[in-house]
DNA sequence: TCAATGTTCATGCAAACGCATCGACTTTGG
DNA sequence: CCAAAGTCGATGCGTTTGCATGAACATTGA
């Protein structure tokens, strides 16, 4: 139970170490973006979710899918969607191919929107993060977190 | 305003990319810790409170200090204070050099509640991070998101 | 010295969140 | 073929969050 003996440290406290400072960078920048004057008139969380909308084929989703990549409940997502619906900035229909299920698509007024605060918001990804790595270190940090990201598919519950 | 025709990707790219890459391995991996079945009796945000105190000498921190390591409003913080006291796990005092200012104590019980937690939550980092990356690429990513993170302080606002 | 300004924490309040649950639909297995 | 089990999305409900604000104290500068 207790670590071995040595002066190097062990595979669990560099995998504790590692998740704390990337734990903690990811807080400090989303504290940044937050405080930036972007966001008007949608939320940080519902840009991610008209963002994740807008990369998709047809810029259309299942709830379900589009629960897998947001860090939402399905509950708070249903209603997050009910919310930009009545906004106007997505639309929801039934989905043809499963009675259970609701696709959401993007509207025009969704994706101008879109793009409007995503331009403001990479002014803010510039200077948080474009000036505090060089380009190989900003290619490294993508290249160990998506690998971090995608083993999650590998590791069962 | 347009990027240079070029087929290298532009710096503001490379950031776009890596805080994407980030975010979203944030977000899989917070979702599978929020899976486990390891917080009772506390929430991963509270824990996260209690861990914070924990590492700070005497176990104590102002709250205004406290709140600028983890990701809570200051009203949100400070509620939250307020039911770890009612749980017994932290308590709170005036700070002597400072009228206006509390200190926030960890208890023994809240750093009974801390360390079991803790080692539970261990078991998760070490199954999701520390199978995902070897010793190397963990090494690496610590030290780009403690760089990322410190480069902050230097960038106003 | 002291009025003006800034800082720190608490609180009223509305919005948003997650959990539990339900109805509707789909998939599975005998 | 159909009953049982599983999946999907919506909704009731209590909790937690953030924003706006206020009271108390500290700091600043004339």
Redesign the pocket.
Known sequence: MTPPPSAEPSRTELAAESWEALFRAQSALLRRFAADDVWDPI?L?EYDVLFTLSRRPDRRA???DL?REV??????L??????LEAAGLVA?EP?RA?????VVVLTEAGAAVRRTVGRRHTAGIRRYVGTALDDEELRTLRRLCDKLRLAQESIPD
């Open positions: 939320s969380r299942r709830l379900r629960n860090l939402l409940s399905q509950p708070s249903s209603r997050m969607v009910e919310r929801r989905d499963d009675g259970r299920g609701t």
